[in-house]
């Protein structure tokens, strides 16, 4: 692909009104409880960018997309994009009818959805240009990408939340980028890609989707407890940055490759006491880059050493369960991994040191004892109150790399050719390589735009393409 930029100021976009897509068919009127895990992703409002080139001539030549052209509709099939998906969405919120309604709080304090029909937002967009001078957002340009999310609000007058919304842009080209927003209070991401397979298939023309929608969130509630599993990090000890707080944050996305993948696993090898049971098996990608990453924010943050810091990362439970989920929940289904250190411990000791204490969290985190804790820990606290999820010293992590089968997704233009998130300044998401990339992975981030600068020269020594560097000694 080209390396065509375009300056985000040239950009205009016509937009059109704000309307809500209903379920195709009557739905319950009731009134849905949610999960102990949901309660706890609260006010948390997800979105992702899904790129798709024109199909106009030969779908695999970039060529066609230059062409000065103003037709918004797929000129191969006469096909409208905006409507074929707003159409799909219909049927498939007839499945999925608790995501037409809203989130409101009762009178317990407790939220529930009102399943009222009331439909998803949907915004269509005209942008004044072609993907392609946007190079499909294949430069992972953040600040650009930023333009094509959804900026109408997640709730309604009365401050009832919305459980989806979906912006559409069209370009001049044929091609378009849907931004999907979802309330993580009932949804997570594997959810969310169990229903946008499901409104593909229902766009492809079949009658009902493969994969049929389970509710069943009461399976996930835990009990009030006396002794919860706790937050093992006390703000009374919790690090501070100099750069922190802070209004000015910046985004950036890093491609780490393969070999510098290869790199850095063989470097934290070198050291490693086989004896170790913990580390019998290879350190995987996830585990390396999680500790290389959380001391790179320490040091660019300039934590103060004797403070504590913690890696909150977030893992999936489904599989996990003595008694599985069925393959058609789509609610929340994760559980947090807390891993703490002295910002001392993490910025001098070898790094296999912090791969190994990740490894040791996330293998805890797998038994049916810790997933029944947690529950019981968020029922007693849904709100995280005794978190600061905006704190310097917390880094918070996620893996989109198994989410679910995002190649299945096709409205009838093929599958996306690019998909990114839109940035939350208190998470780092590690992504699949995009289709310009042979392997290795992608790092979306926010940070502080003062400590900017440090992160990326500590992700530039990590994608640097010399040997001779040894990541576990350098201070």
């Known amino acids: 692909m080209a390396s065509n ?15 809500f897509i209903k379920p ?13 895990i949901d309660h706890s992703m609260m006010g948390f409002f997800a979105q992702s960018l899904h790129v798709y080139r024109s199909l106009l001539g030969n779908p695999n030549s970039s060529e066609d997309d230059d062409r000065n052209t103003t037709n918004t509709i797929n000129p191969t099939t006469k096909r ?7 159409k799909a969405l219909s049927k498939a919120l007839f499945y999925y009818y608790p995501l037409a309604g809203k989130l409101v709080k009762h009178g317990d304090g407790k939220l529930r959805i009102n399943c009222t029909s009331d439909g998803v937002p949907f915004q269509e967009v005209i942008c004044n240009c072609n993907l392609s001078s946007l190079n499909y957002l294949d430069n992972d340009d953040v600040e650009i990408a930023k333009h094509f999310g959804i900026d109408f609000p997640f709730e309604d007058e009365h401050g009832n939340q919305y459980l989806m919304a979906l912006k559409l842009t069209k370009f001049l080209c044929g091609g378009f980028i849907c931004a999907w927003g979802v309330n993580h209070a009932v949804i997570d991401g594997t959810g ?6 499901a409104l593909s298939e229902l766009a492809a023309g079949e009658s ?8 069943e969130r009461e399976r996930l509630v835990g009990k009030i407890t006396s002794h919860p599993l706790g937050i093992p990090m006390d703000n009374a000890y919790a690090a501070v940055s100099p750069l922190m707080p802070t209004t000015d944050y910046s985004h950036a996305c890093f491609r780490v490759n393969k070999e510098s993948i290869t790199r850095l696993k063989r470097s934290l090898m070198e050291d490693i006491d086989h004896s170790a049971v913990a580390l019998k098996k ?12 959380w001391r790179a924010r320490a040091r660019a ?3 103060n050493e004797d403070g504590e810091t913690m890696l909150l990362i977030i893992v999936g439970l489904r599989q996990r369960l003595e008694d599985p989920l069925p393959s058609g929940y789509y609610g929340n289904g994760v559980v947090d991994v807390y891993v703490k250190l002295t910002v001392k411990q993490l910025k001098e000791q070898p790094l296999f040191e912090v791969v190994k204490r990740i490894r040791e969290g996330l293998i805890a985190s797998s038994s049916n004892d810790y997933i029944t804790n947690y529950m019981d820990t968020i029922e007693n606290d849904p709100l995280g109150d005794n978190l600061d999820y905006e704190s310097a010293a917390l880094t918070i992590l996620t893996d989109w790399r198994y989410l679910g089968s995002f190649n299945k997704i096709d409205f009838g233009w093929k599958k996306a050719v690019n998909m990114m998130p839109v940035p939350l300044k208190m998470m780092c ?42 990541f576990q000694s350098r201070l």
Do not use: H
Request: net charge positive.
């Open 5 to 19: 930029k375009k300056n985000a100021n040239l950009l205009s976009f016509e937009n059109k009104e704000v309307v």
């Open 24 to 36: 195709s068919n009557l739905t319950p009127s009731t009134i849905l409880s949610l999960s102990s």
């Open 80 to 86: 409208d994009p905006a409507k074929v998906i707003t």
């Open 192 to 197: 969310k890609v169990q229903f946008l397979v």
């Open 208 to 215: 009902e989707p493969s994969v049929k929608p389970v509710w």
């Open 282 to 293: 290879r350190f995987t990608t996830f585990e390396c880059l999680a500790a290389y990453i």
């Open 301 to 303: 943050l300039k934590l």
């Open 429 to 470: 998401d590690i992504l699949p390589p995009n289709s310009s990339m042979r392997g290795g992975v992608r790092f979306f981030t926010t940070q502080p735009t003062t400590a900017m600068p440090k992160f990326k020269e500590e992700m530039k020594l990590l994608m640097t393409n010399d040997p001779t560097i040894n």
